[in-house]
């Protein structure tokens, strides 16, 4: 029998749920329906953004509450289907949508896998800088300084955040019941 009638194909129910639509587009759908029609969809478009333009924070707010709401329910739905779905179905769903170029939704619940040594030092010390200087992005500022003081380190000063790292990837491991991939175990190791 060949592998491919051997699989069984995704249906909708295997997809996860779709994301709400955002508030502007919230918008252009009611103002689609309750508008007489343009000529064209552009003629259409353009009469929408107008509306949208003209209309006060307080009546965009509608549409960003509404879309909060829509969100709060999208989490929902997304968890019940993580929850529900089994792991070889996930990878199926994940190699289509990324076939597809479309995102691929995260479990809320995985725990993320951590960053490197640097980024250990990054949270931890971004809190000793102040503020930036005025006109300048604070986070550019901030990366420019830690940058130039993580390599004014030496190794032995490197080594705690070295350790910090090696701890909280065995914590990831360990949370998801997961083994270590052969080159990274090495790594830690090596380390």
């Known amino acids: 029998m060949p ?4 699989v069984k194909r995704l249906t909708k129910e295997d997809m996860p ?3 709400p639509f955002k508030p502007y587009i919230l918008f252009y759908i009611e103002h689609y329906r309750t508008e ?3 000529s064209t969809f552009a003629a259409m478009a353009i009469v929408a953004a107008k509306a949208w333009k003209a209309m006060d924070d307080a009546g965009r707010q509608v549409y960003h509450d509404r879309y909060a709401e ?3 329910d999208y989490s929902k739905r997304l968890q019940e289907y993580f929850d529900k779905t089994d792991r070889e179905t996930l990878k199926r769903v994940k190699l289509k949508l990324k076939a597809s170029h479309r995102s691929v939704p995260r479990d809320a619940k995985r725990p993320l ?3 490197s040594p640097w980024t250990v030092f990054l949270q931890e010390q971004t809190k000793t800088i102040g503020p930036a200087p005025p006109g300048v992005r604070g986070v550019l500022h901030n990366t420019k300084i830690l940058a130039e003081r993580w390599r004014a380190l030496t190794p032995e000063e490197r080594a705690p955040y070295h350790e910090r790292y090696k701890q909280l990837l065995e914590e990831y491991y360990s949370k998801t019941n997961r083994s270590p991939p052969i080159r ?3 790594r830690i190791a090596s380390e």
């Open 3 to 6: 592998f491919m009638q051997t």
């Open 17 to 19: 749920p779709e994301q």
């Open 113 to 115: 896998l951590p960053g």
């Open 36 to 38: 007489p029609k343009a």
């Open 70 to 72: 829509l969100r709060v």
């Open 184 to 186: 990274a175990a090495t």
